[in-house]
């Protein structure tokens, strides 16, 4: 499939592979629910409207037709399952990315249990982007099967996969300016950095943030999600079988804000 086919294909001078006919397509961008045709080639989508001819074509009956979920931070192997087995129990259900923090597996074979989550997941229907485990062991009290400094984990900055540092649990060492954890936040350069940071305010969340940190899922609070909300971070909503923080924090959501909550 070339460029000019894909530009033929939208402009209707050329049949497309498969019109999905009368469906609902749910518009994210300008909010609305838009009765419509669906023009593929491929597996790229050339055109919304009506007027498209398909080798194949089916009708949706009204179906509703949204993007993907994006699930914005998982620790796949706390589902005590593989990546082939995670994929076919949340791909039926909407979620076609997720973004993976190996944190446990790292725990426990350090940098080859790494590895094995990114070679696991190649070839799966599912999108998995990986962000590298950033605190391994998570305290230095804690008896893990591996320690991981900032050297271990930059070979994998290479792979196309990873987008960036995994949740910063560390928050002290970045306040007391660890070198090793200074260490991790600069080797990612550019790539996106997530926190962890419950309960951190004021002057200390100042700082966390000039680190480069952006975003945070530990809030429990409507005052602390503000708070940093206000401060430029991405606030990532928990609802889940541990902690249930949906209800306390949807009062912060507004059209203004909706694009930097998850």
Not at 109 to 129: A, D, Q, T
Not at 137 to 150: I, K, Q
């Amino acid at each position: 499939m070339t460029l000019k086919e894909i530009i033929q294909a939208a402009r209707g001078i050329q049949p497309v592979d498969l019109v999905l006919r009368n469906a609902q397509v749910v518009n994210v961008f300008s909010g609305e629910i838009i009765k419509t045709d669906i023009a593929l080639l491929g597996e790229t989508i050339v055109g919304l409207g009506k007027g498209y001819e398909g080798i194949q074509e089916q009708s949706l009956d009204g179906a509703f037709v949204a993007p993907g979920f994006i699930d914005a931070h998982v620790h796949i192997e706390s589902s005590m399952v593989q990546v082939p087995q995670f994929t076919r129990a949340v791909l039926p259900l909407g979620t076609t990315s997720v973004i993976a923090d190996p944190h446990e597996i790292a725990n426990v074979l350090g940098y080859e249990g790494i590895r094995y989550m990114m070679e696991s997941s190649k070839y799966n229907p599912l999108n998995v982007f990986f962000t590298l485990s950033s605190c391994v062991p998570s305290s230095p009290l804690e008896t893990a099967g591996s320690e991981l400094r900032a050297f271990d984990i930059f070979p994998f900055l290479r792979e196309k996969w990873v987008v960036g540092l995994a949740e910063m649990m560390n928050y002290p060492g970045v306040l007391q300016g660890d070198p090793d954890v200074l260490d991790k936040l600069r080797i990612v350069d550019g790539k996106r950095i997530d926190g962890h940071a419950p309960g951190l305010s004021g002057r200390d969340l100042n700082a966390y943030i000039a680190a480069g940190i952006e975003s945070d899922h530990e809030c429990t609070t409507f005052d602390e999600a503000q708070e940093k909300l206000r401060l430029g971070m991405h606030i990532m909503i928990r609802e889940g079988t541990g902690t249930k923080n949906l209800r306390d924090l949807l009062p912060l959501v507004s059209a203004e804000n909706e694009r930097r909550i998850m």
